[in-house]
């Protein structure tokens, strides 16, 4: 274990860290996979650090932010702010950053409706056991030390003091590290939901598993 990494609630300094750390291990730290890097960070992180206050933990060795979680509560709630908050700002400064002709991304954006409503269908049948949610990401040299642990735990105590009945995660399914990092825990395998990921070519389709656990 890491002693020297301190587990704390998120603050509004932590921001820039929190979203270079989620650019950077994006897909495993193949930053060619994004095609627009600003986009995928506000979808995947800026629900939590700007509008869900209480959802994200960071861990700081020495001043610096190694790591994070963020979590919710109310999968709703976040949906809601994501829908109606987050992606229509994201895909206007996407647009504005001078990628408007890019077929890519607008093949990432058409895909995103469909993507959204197939993630929602995968999550709905364990919805009321697992009610919270969670994703952890962590620079390279802080992996294996205990301090993905730490922020897991942190979240758990978290969950059962609002008495949630068990949380979810979800992992790559090519991500074998990280579903060992989460079997581990005792979270087991629920099904599987689609990666919003540029497919590697025409027709490819990438697949996460769902882990759910009681709490």
Sequence with gaps: MDDAVEIRAYEPRDRQAVREICRSTAY???EEALIDPHLFVDLMIR?????????VWVAERRGGVVGYLAGGF???RLHRIQAW???????????????LWRRSLWRLLADLPGFLAEARRAEAPEEERYPGHLHVNLLPE???RGVGRRLVERFLDEARHR????????????NHPGRRFFERLGFRPLGRQPAFKPPPEEGGREWKIVYGKEI
């Design 28 to 30: 495993g730290g193949a």
């Design 47 to 55: 629900a939590y650090t700007d509008f869900a206050a209480g959802s």
């Design 74 to 76: 109310n999968r709703g």
């Design 85 to 99: 908050r987050v992606v229509p700002g994201a895909v206007a400064r996407s647009l504005g950053r001078g990628l």
């Design 142 to 144: 802080s992996r294996g």
């Design 163 to 174: 008495g949630l009945p068990g949380v979810r995660a979800v992992v790559y399914e090519t």
